[in-house]
């Protein structure tokens, strides 16, 4: 459900709200919903990889691009930057282990988590590894930074 820019920084209303009322209520913090307002508008293009038999999955982001929207509508974008997230059973797949042979090594990363973390500089948290490594121009040392495209999620 698309967010419009009138919609931003206020509380939930109509559709939305029962939506995420339905969801939130068997929780027992039902009572937080009215609070709820959207802060962030997120796009990608994704790419799904099947193998073949079941044995495993992978997404493949590309074109990362987050907006705020609060009044300040700001943006970060990392177009060069790729995101795979591996789903496989108990053990690893075929394309965890292609990833580890190119040395592509997991890196837990939430999307959400780390644009809001670059964007409202918020303090020390557990996205602060991820934006000095991959997201430099957003922390206040970016000399920290690793020259590293590509980012597994674990």
Not at 43 to 62: C, F, H, I, K, M
Not at 83 to 94: L, M, Q, R, Y
Request: hydrophobic share 40%; charged share 25%; aromatic share 8%.
């Amino acid at each position: 459900m698309p967010i419009s820019w009138d919609e931003a920084g206020a509380p939930l209303a109509g559709e939305r709200r029962a939506w995420v009322a339905g969801k939130v209520e068997k929780t027992g913090y039902g009572h937080l919903v009215p609070a709820l307002e959207p802060v962030l508008a997120g796009s990608y293009e994704r790419n799904t990889l099947l193998l073949p038999g079941g044995q495993g999955r992978a997404t493949v982001d590309t074109k990362l691009t987050w907006r705020s929207l609060r009044t300040d509508g700001t943006e970060v974008a990392r177009p060069d930057l790729v995101i795979i997230e591996t789903k496989s059973g108990a053990t690893p797949s075929v394309v965890d282990h292609l990833l580890w042979e190119g040395g592509v090594r997991p890196v837990k990363i939430s999307k959400y988590g780390t644009a809001m973390a670059a964007m409202h500089d918020l303090p020390a948290n557990k996205w602060n590894r991820t934006l000095r490594r991959y997201f430099p121009e957003y922390v206040e040392a970016p000399e920290c930074a690793l020259e590293a495209p590509l980012a597994m999620a674990a």
